[in-house]
């Protein structure tokens, strides 16, 4: 089992390395969801999300088929885009993905940091969890 931290790392990269290991048959946790980051304007990437979002929806508005507003649930379907999901190997490995919200209790062992991933001297990026808040997502 394979623990990623994704705080103020780039989503893109971690997710790629996610689903590259997760077609290598590993299971992956990935740690610090909300704390991920989405490089670019914020304005830009809150219209393309809401965009998405007006455009495709159906159904129960916190797991939408198409882009939840959830922080957990967008990674999960960020990293889910990057998997051959209509195959069953790309099923198999989307099932051994789990994603939480900050550390919780039962993923041990040490998390690794995604190498390429950090900020570094990013000046322009918004945060998962704040994206999601403009997407409606409010914490109960």
Not at 100 to 123: E, M, N, Q, Y
Not at 124 to 134: A, D, G, H, P, R
Request: hydrophobic content about 35%.
């Amino acid at each position: 089992m394979i623990v990623v931290d994704a705080e103020n790392a780039r989503l893109g990269r971690v997710s790629a390395f996610v689903a590259k290991k997760l077609l290598q048959g590993e299971e992956v946790h990935i740690i610090n969801a909300e704390n991920a980051i989405i490089s670019g304007n914020p304005v830009d990437t809150i219209a393309k999300y809401q965009h998405r979002r007006q455009l495709r929806y159906k159904g129960d508005p916190e797991r939408s088929p198409y882009w939840p507003k959830v922080p957990y649930l967008f990674v999960k379907r960020l990293v889910r885009g990057m998997l051959p999901r209509k195959k069953p190997s790309g099923r198999a490995a989307h099932d051994r993905l789990r994603v939480h919200v900050g550390r919780p209790g039962s993923v041990l062992g040490d998390a690794i940091r995604v190498p390429g991933a950090d900020k570094g001297t990013l000046t322009k990026y918004i945060t998962v969890s704040e994206l999601c808040k403009y997407l409606g997502y409010n914490k109960r």
